[in-house]
């Protein structure tokens, strides 16, 4: 079956780096985009970036442009996330999710936690 397996999270301060997996399985990776997506504390969702798994183009949220870096490992069948300069206001449940760059996700991981704080 479908699963999406995220890895990663923790508690950093500010200035850190964290590294996010998503490990996908039970579909053919290339047929998808596949998303970070995070919910802040507030309960607002927004999508962080995004990448093409069959041709590796990768997209950002302006918040994040310059610091938050999307790559994948299709033999491995992995997505990374890596975030430098981590902020307070990075800290959210991230999610990986399966479907489409231009916003529509059709199945979702059961999210990691990062907090940024001192």
């Known amino acids: 079956q479908v699963q999406l397996v995220e890895s990663g999270g923790g508690l950093v301060q500010p200035g850190e780096s964290l590294t996010l997996s998503c490990v996908a399985s039970?579909?053919?990776?290339?047929?998808?985009?596949i998303g970070w997506n995070r919910q802040l504390p507030g309960g607002e969702r927004e999508t962080v970036s995004c990448i093409s798994m069959s041709d590796g183009m990768t997209s950002y949220l302006d918040s994040v442009k310059g610091r938050f870096t999307i790559t994948r490992d299709n033999a491995k069948r992995t997505i990374y996330l890596q975030m430098d300069s981590l902020k307070p206001e990075d800290t959210a449940v991230y999610y990986c999710a399966r479907g489409s760059c231009d916003g529509i996700y059709t199945f979702w991981g059961q999210g990691t936690q990062v907090t940024v704080s001192s």
């Open positions: 039970g579909f053919t990776l290339e047929d998808y985009d």
